[in-house]
């Protein structure tokens, strides 16, 4: 019985039992590379062993930059199945934060592909833990670089062969990936995900608990547009083998396209990013008359999705948006489910279900509290600081010691403010930082930007808190249209009057080209909070 939980069973289960089920995965240079996982499990297996030859011992840090790419996907077991600690980094963060996170995890080796090559180039002379960089390439498409010794991938697996090698076994404590906050206050802090947590996550992840819907023996396609440096992709490159599902990846292409080429042509039925990917792709399949055939569910968390949005996707596509809540620091924090014996309601009540930031889970303890730390009830209306704790919540970051991520009684610190209502279900109404308070009383800016969403013109929108002189706070809304459509600032608050509270009402809307987005997809509001710093309006005529 007592077998440790690592995460090379999973491939061993696939390459075993459905070796077969296709891997597709686009290239950087946009070409489809497709094989089974029986195939990809011995090149993990090769890599692997190449790791070993070239002295990477259990526990060393072994550092990706790259996008969602099938050799991507093949470092994440053949890393971790020898025993070395896989490290994703996120090629969108500033160039003082990746050298920042690669030195403080001490990162051995660099795994990096065509297009992240130049980022490493700027800072190589400044990451000196970094002994050897390797290109996720063949030969014929090895990119021309300055760096001495740059590897070729396929070079490393063509040196061994497949001759019959056993996954060593080891503690299932032990670290398997490392993935930092994405430093939008400061230096980018690191959590650690041991084989268990992530094992049992992905146990998790495989149930019906996330991915309702699903008939016996039925092909499920998975693709998470959410890259492998966040989060584990969501834990998909283990979640995919482990339940015999076709795993689509989408490389680095991102355009809405592109994206729907892989939805359509791969018959994908399962995805997963944050909702800043569904509002550019429902606009661009609008524009396009394009319908999803084939997909059914999408999960979602990160960010609050517009009403909107999930009515859209239901009642024109067909799709089911789930959502959960989870961080860098918390996977899996809460389950996509709604509660049992709710499946008679309404498609309204459906759609309110569907705005909560999913449902407690077993494992995992949810509480809100006040600013004195005293837990508020679970009544669905009272707002407080989120905390979690569960057997994969981290308790601590990278060399930062005991405590550093959770409160005095070992709850993680999430920085989310949140309500939880009698049956479990969790609402987040902001983060903690950019919660607007006016006049004592709390606005939530993620409330008032899915309101403004919901204007069929606009494509984003974002909320921050400006000064002003009597109620201390109030909301300045930000908006970015629909490409071609119009809209009046009079319009837009005409729409938002019967949506929130009068007080609530922003006291000035500014339309904008582009608003600018966190390394996950998400918009950065400190730097509208420091482009907006000065911002004034009049306080005659201000309502409360």
């Not at 987040?428 to 409330?447: A, F, H, M, N, P």
Request: proline fraction near 6%; glycine fraction near 8%.
């Amino acid at each position: 019985m007592d077998q440790p939980l690592l995460l090379s069973s999973f491939i061993e289960h696939a390459a075993e039992n459905h070796g077969d089920v296709e891997v597709v995965a686009r290239e950087i240079e946009g070409d489809l590379h497709r094989y089974g996982y029986r195939d990809a499990q011995r090149r993990m297996k090769r890599l692997a062993r190449a790791l070993i030859r070239m002295g990477v011992t259990p526990g060393t840090p072994v550092a990706s930059m790259a996008w969602n790419t099938h050799r991507h996907f093949e470092m994440f077991y053949g890393v971790t199945g020898m025993g070395a600690v896989l490290h994703t980094i996120n090629p969108r963060l500033f160039a003082e934060q990746l050298v920042y996170i690669i030195n403080h995890a001490e990162d051995r080796m660099l795994f990096v592909d065509a297009l992240t090559l130049p980022i490493v180039e700027a800072f190589a002379e400044r990451i000196p833990t970094v002994t050897r960089i390797v290109v996720l390439a063949a030969r014929e498409r090895m990119p021309a670089t300055r760096l001495p010794g740059v590897l070729c991938y396929e070079e490393l697996l063509a040196a061994e062969d497949d001759r019959d090698w056993e996954w060593p076994v080891f503690d299932e404590h032990s670290a398997s990936t490392i993935c930092f906050t994405s430093g939008t206050t400061g230096n980018p802090k690191g959590v650690v995900y041991s084989h268990r947590a992530a094992f049992l996550q992905t146990l998790l992840a495989g149930s019906f608990e996330f991915f309702p819907g699903h008939a016996a023996g039925q092909l499920e396609v998975m693709m998470p547009m959410a890259p492998m440096f966040h989060g584990n992709a969501w834990n998909m490159p283990f979640v995919a083998p482990y339940t015999g599902s076709k795993l689509v990846l989408p490389g680095r292409n991102y355009e809405p396209d592109k994206l729907y080429e892989l939805f359509d042509g791969e018959r994908v039925t399962i995805t997963a990013g944050v909702p800043s990917f569904w509002l550019i792709l429902l606009d661009w399949m609008q524009r396009n008359g394009k319908k999803l055939p084939y997909l059914r569910q999408t999960l979602s968390s990160g960010t609050a999705p517009p009403r909107s949005m999930i009515e859209t996707l239901a009642r024109d596509y067909g799709v089911d948006y789930t959502q959960a809540w989870g961080m860098t620091e918390a996977l899996m924090g809460s389950s996509a489910s709604q509660q049992p014996g709710t499946d008679h309601e309404s498609f309204e009540q459906r759609v309110n279900r569907r705005l909560a930031s999913g449902r407690a889970v077993a494992g995992v303890k949810l509480k809100v509290v006040d600013e004195e730390g005293r837990t508020l009830p679970r009544d669905g209306e009272s707002v407080g600081h989120l905390r979690v704790k569960g057997p994969w919540i981290a308790s601590e970051y990278l060399k930062m010691g005991p405590g550093s991520a959770t409160d005095a009684d070992g709850w993680l610190v999430t920085g989310d403010m949140a309500v939880i209502d009698p049956q479990g279900h969790l609402t987040l109404t902001d983060r903690s930082k950019d919660v607007i308070k006016s006049g004592g009383e709390w606005i939530s800016s993620v409330q008032l930007e899915n309101a403004a969403i919901g204007h069929p013109a606009v494509l984003q929108a974002a909320v921050i808190a400006i000064a002003h002189p009597k109620w201390q706070e109030r909301p300045l809304l930000l908006v970015m249209r629909k490409a071609g459509a119009q809209v009046s600032a009079a319009e837009l608050m005409e729409h938002l009057s019967d949506k929130v509270a009068k007080w609530w009402l922003p006291d000035a809307i500014e339309f904008v080209d582009q608003l600018p987005m966190t390394a996950t997809g998400k918009v950065h509001k400190l730097t509208l909070r420091q482009t907006y710093k000065d911002y004034h309006v009049k306080p005659e005529g201000q309502t409360r």
